[in-house]
């Protein structure tokens, strides 16, 4: 063995102190605080329980109610929920907030749908759940079929990136199954 061979092997078996290993992938922790729910105590025609990290903001015109934000600052989201009284034209109000629902099948990956069914509260409606760089992840609505008439839409204030935003997604998503489950009519 040629002699600078020898001593180019000693120094590279010496030379380096510690193994270089790749580091693991990570995982990016997101905790958000166990969610605790207040009841609604407003003028309106429907009561319901809210997420208090929630902000309730609510809009009437000439004492009439037209619709519900519930703000969330912190994951810079908003849930935007709107009343309707039904005077005949219920198929109108659902088919409006399917038409709303499907605008999104261009960018969205996958639209599931989950009905919702409480006949003791008299509450009927479907939960939409859209998966992608959509604007709304999630879309719902809720009546009794007869009078009253809940559509609602969860949007953030950033550019849909749909993998950056899930926990949040998921995090709302299960304060807004609770919206409906504890909803009652007055």
Request: glycine fraction near 2%; hydrophobic fraction near 35%; proline fraction near 4%.
């Amino acid at each position: 063995m040629k002699p600078y061979a020898f001593i180019l092997c000693v120094f590279m078996c010496f030379s380096c102190d510690e193994i270089h290993v790749p580091k693991p992938k990570a995982f990016l922790s997101l905790d958000y605080p166990k969610a605790t729910y207040l009841k609604s105590q407003l003028d309106i025609p429907f009561e319901f329980e809210k997420n208090k990290l929630a902000r309730l903001n609510v809009s009437k015109k000439n004492n009439t109610l037209e619709g519900i934000v519930l703000r969330y600052p912190t994951l810079k989201a908003s849930v935007f929920i709107n009343y309707k009284k039904i005077d005949n034209n219920l198929e109108k109000y659902i088919s409006d907030t399917r038409s709303m629902t499907k605008k999104h099948l261009q960018v969205a990956d996958e639209i599931s749908e989950r009905m919702y069914e409480n006949t003791q509260q008299n509450l009927y409606g479907m939960f939409y759940d859209l998966k992608g760089n959509v604007a709304s992840q999630s879309q719902f609505y809720v009546t009794d079929s007869t009078q009253h008439f809940i559509s609602g839409a969860l949007y953030f204030e950033t550019k849909p990136n749909y993998d950056s935003i899930l926990p949040a997604i998921n995090y709302i998503q299960k304060d807004l199954l609770h919206f409906i489950e504890s909803l009652r009519w007055k």
